[in-house]
């Protein structure tokens, strides 16, 4: 009996002890929050109202504290237009951003000459995990018509924010970032690329599901221009374009020149991953252009158990221009169950 008093009484003490932490919590300024809920800043669930000056401010907010997450929370959508993380800050996505498809709501702040919804620049200890996903509602906003052996044919614009041509919008981008974390989210039906690291190094992609339509233009699962120590794993891409693409410098040239010249990739490894594409399950390109002079090797990427399935090709490997370097690449247990061409030819 007397056991049993002492722990009641220690329960009860516990109990008021959470109840006194959780008031006092509560009544903490923003500066010693932690988390910040897009809900308090404004956002509308639904979809159908605009809540990226909501999603901007929570971010505000969490930096401004020293860090923080922004929680998108279960059960709810939102649709959002562009806006970036912060140093320290991490989207917490548990419900749904939906991308909005309307070009105005991709400001000419920060392109690189194409658009981006979440699109961060020189940050460290960033990244968006949780249990949601981001919808970028690839439909025909996007898209001048459809072809039937073509795809989707995309629409372009004659200078929107300073964007001519196709100004259809990548989902995730980190630009010259540091100590990134993409982990346990879906990225669906991009307007363009789904997720690009940019010069950006020290990166996790882990638990991750990308899905597109498969007849659909330039629509990536994961792009590497440049970066180091990089880790993908445990992942599921199925995609209309490249599935992991790892190029070390700028694959297009139609971007403004890059700010110095571009670095190499190294010390990448991809493992346990399906990956299904229209083109290239995995595609290595090193890269040069001329004047751009973004150029580099590729050095120390590691690939094991890797499934590729429906794919018109397994692993791509580009020279663009007759100079770039591949060097100390291995491929483990790897196996390529049939080529979108010959689905019922094992290769």
């Known amino acids: 009996q007397p056991r049993l008093k002492a722990a009641?009484?220690?329960?009860?003490?516990?109990?008021?002890?959470?109840?006194?932490?959780?008031?006092?919590?509560?009544?903490?300024?923003?500066?010693?929050?932690?988390?910040?809920?897009?809900l308090d800043f404004g956002a509308t669930p639904g979809g159908h109202v605009a809540c990226t000056a909501a999603l901007r401010a929570a971010v505000a907010a969490a930096s401004a504290a020293g860090g923080g997450e922004v929680l998108v929370p279960a059960g709810l959508q939102f649709l959002t237009g562009a806006f970036s993380l912060a140093s320290h800050v991490t989207l917490r996505l548990d419900g749904v951003l939906l991308a909005s498809?309307?070009?105005?709501?991709?400001?000419?702040?920060g392109w690189d000459w194409d658009p981006a919804l979440i699109d961060t620049h020189n940050a460290t200890s960033t990244g968006i995990v949780?249990?949601?996903r981001i919808e970028g509602q690839?439909?025909?906003?996007?898209?001048?018509h459809y072809d039937g052996l073509k795809g989707w044919i995309p629409r372009t614009w004659a200078g929107v924010h300073g964007c001519v041509g196709e100004c259809r919008p990548k989902l995730v981008r980190f630009t010259d970032c540091s100590h990134v974390t993409i982990a346990g989210v879906e990225v669906l039906n991009a307007p363009d690329w789904s997720i690009l690291l940019r010069r950006t190094s020290f990166a996790q992609l882990?638990?991750?599901?990308?899905?597109g339509d498969p007849r659909w233009p330039n629509g990536d699962a994961f792009d590497i221009e440049s970066g180091e120590h990089i880790t993908i794993e445990d992942v599921d891409f199925s995609t209309g374009d490249d599935c992991i693409a790892i190029s070390s410098g700028n694959t297009n040239p139609l971007r403004r020149p890059w700010p110095g010249a571009a670095g190499p990739v190294r010390h990448l490894s991809v493992r346990n991953a399906t990956l299904s594409s229209r083109s290239s399950a995995i595609?290595?390109?090193?890269?040069?252009?001329?004047?751009?002079?973004?150029?580099?090797?590729?050095?120390?990427?590691?690939?094991?158990?890797?499934?590729?399935?429906?794919?018109?090709r397994g692993l791509g490997f580009q020279q663009r221009s007759g100079s770039g370097v591949w060097h100390a690449i291995t491929f483990e247990n790897v196996t390529i169950d049939a080529t979108r061409w010959a689905r019922n030819t094992p290769c």
């Open 130 to 132: 949780g249990r949601g």
């Open 206 to 211: 882990r638990r991750l599901r990308v899905h």
């Open 283 to 312: 595609k290595l390109s090193a890269v040069h252009f001329g004047e751009l002079a973004d150029n580099g090797e590729l050095t120390n990427l590691s690939f094991s158990n890797i499934r590729i399935v429906d794919s018109s």
């Open 101 to 109: 498809t309307d070009v105005h709501d991709y400001p000419a702040e």
């Open 138 to 144: 690839a439909v025909p906003a996007w898209v001048d």
């Open 8 to 38: 009641a009484t220690a329960a009860r003490a516990m109990k008021a002890w959470l109840a006194l932490a959780l008031s006092v919590r509560a009544a903490l300024p923003a500066e010693h929050r932690t988390s910040f809920n897009i």
